[in-house]
């Protein structure tokens, strides 16, 4: 085989049309050797190559007789000596840090460690065992594909419906999608799925991890899984598992065909990424990329003791970010997601990881100011989950401009509230309005307040509403994982019921959230499934199971249909009135010098909140009228959008309650377009109420009502 020095850029595996360069990164590694093999379960390499050239740390090679398809991975010499923060051992194959394909899975053996599992000295020992047979083996790829006019779409975040969704637990179970698809990539792409999503009217997928993960040996000894995929060990690889054809990497096609046809169907693509740690653990833990590359640069370990790592994360380690190399591995790997495979955001797992410079979070970090100045990351929707375990560590606000937040505030709040609890009304105001106390002095807006009620990680909206604790028997560790987050109302019977009245209380529960949800200023994100009452039986931390406990389930009962009507009406209420999705806080302002405010809290009895309203810990309802423009905006048809004035009424109260609906002009009348309490399904009538009377709201529930134009008849509305 002809060998030639190469190029030390770009790093990893590059096809130029005539032959493939070979260059990795170690500052502290005293020899390189490239490993080829024919497949993904070789065990032995077919040829094995030392990197003589070294640039800038850098080791390099090009190799002219190479081709896409071809299977590889490194072994690298160095010291070991854990005490000093090294651990190189050349027994250990190693996948690229910059694998843009990666084949097969681990397979977990004893050999898969630097260290002699069983030794006294642990971590200390050095195993001398091949591990070339379990590994997964790097892929070389072509980059080349037909993305046409394909381009980012750019949905405006005023305009974002985020709905978070598992590739393969959205499909495994539809009946219309074909079997060897689902639970692909590809099955996205299938018209049952395209429809699903443009009649629920969301405009943006977040797809959990789909960078190549590693299953925890814990989790496979006992027959689970690592489901959702928060272990990555290829920064630059789609999981080849959720592919239809694995082989030689052609799941990356099938990645990028997804994409294209989801933007066909307006629909962006946000990837939840997890830069914060790898899936190599603590001091214990495998030797499988980063830590035989190069532990001392890509691992923050503990000053005075360079055996262990700083573990921000509760997963063992912490990515070095504060290293020039391991900060441009991610950069390059963000950089790659959006211009090659054309995704539109991202979604960053335990991102005050990212933020701490030393010890302290920063948001002046290196990663902020890198990212902020960058010319194609900085037009990408880049969302923070806003906290870390570290001390210090939970900074929901405090992420500077140009990001958004899953706000955890905004979550627990309105739980709160829904279920019932006192005292929730002033920090309800601020939640429902975009969270201005959180991200107004900042110069940020409503839309950096991504709001949700439920996610992966925790109970579905069904169970939110059903279950009083968490019952994760399941996992297998007696129940102690997860938290027991239930903040809301259970109608008193933990669990399935057959009592209809319950039944019904918890559907209503339901739309309350969503429509809360989709009410509320900022970005909403439904988790998916709760349009159709996903069920998880329970079980709030399913991370571990793929099995139907986690699958969508498509054989829908008339209660999911009738939910998944009304989040539909909800989507389509938002999209048509501007001022639910407001660019700017309100202030307050009177409207074109009208005598009307932009926005207004009354009091069930119209007379507006006082202070001590607002700090009374028995009131729990109240209503929010929002005043719009005459002309906000106009539709994908070029046609106006009028933006009428609404009013939200609020009852969290368990018994009914009067309401005098606000006059605040002569003769005003208002139209009901939304009811909790009647599956928020349209009336054979057209509902006009008058203005100044009063009208009982039933317990437990929201209606949202627009004034009625003046001059306007029923068949005007």
Known sequence: MRIWPGK?????????????????????????????????????????????????????????????????????????????????????????????????????SDAMFGYTIGDPKADLSFNTRDNAGNMPKCVVIDQAFTWGGDQLLKTPWDKTIIYEVHVKGFTARHPDVPEPMRGTYSALTTPAVIDHLLALGVTAIELLPVQHFVCDRHLCDRGLTNYWGYNTIGFLAPDSRYATSPVRGRHV??????????HSAGVEV?????????????????????RGVDNATYYR?????????????????????????????IMDSLRYWVTEMHVDGFRFDLASTLAREVHAVDRLSAFFDILHQDPILSQVKLIAEPWDVGEGGYQVGNFPVGWAEWNGKYRDTIRRYVKGDGGQVAELGYRLTGSSDLYGMSGRRPFASVNFVTAHDGFTLHDLVSYDHKHNEANGENNCDGTDDNLSWNGGVEGPTADPAINELRERQKRNFLALLLLSQGVPMICGGDEIGRTQQGNNNAYCQDNELSWYDWKLDRAARELMVFTQRLVGLRKNHPVLRRRRFFQGRRIHGSEVKDISWLRPDGQGMTDEDWNKGSVRSLMLRLAGDAIAETDEKGRAIVDDTLLILLNAHDTPLPFTLPAHKRGVRWHQLLDTDAKGVSPKYVTVLKGGERYEIEARSVRVLRVVPAGATRRDL
């Open 270 to 290: 946000i990837l939840d990424v997890v830069y914060n740690h790898t899936a190599e653990g603590n001091h214990l833990g495998p030797t499988l990329s980063f």
């Open 8 to 108: 030390p850029y770009p790093l990893g595996a590059t096809w130029d049309g005539e032959g493939v360069n070979f260059a990795i990164f170690s500052e502290n590694a005293t020899a390189v050797e490239l490993c080829l093999f024919d497949g993904p379960d070789s065990d032995r390499d077919s040829a094995r190559i030392r990197l003589a050239e070294q640039t800038d740390q850098v080791w390099h090679v090009y190799l002219p007789e190479v081709r896409p398809g071809q299977h590889y991975g490194y072994r690298i010499h160095g010291p070991y000596e854990p005490e000093a923060g090294h651990r190189f051992n050349p027994n250990n194959l190693l996948i690229d840090p910059y694998a843009k394909s990666i084949a097969g899975t681990l397979q977990w």
């Open 301 to 329: 370990l503990v000053a005075d003791n360079k055996r262990y790592y700083m573990d921000y994360t509760g997963c063992g380690n912490t990515l070095n970010v504060t290293h020039p190399r391991t900060l441009q591995l």
């Open 253 to 262: 096609r099938e990645f990028k065909s997804m994409v294209k046809t989801l």
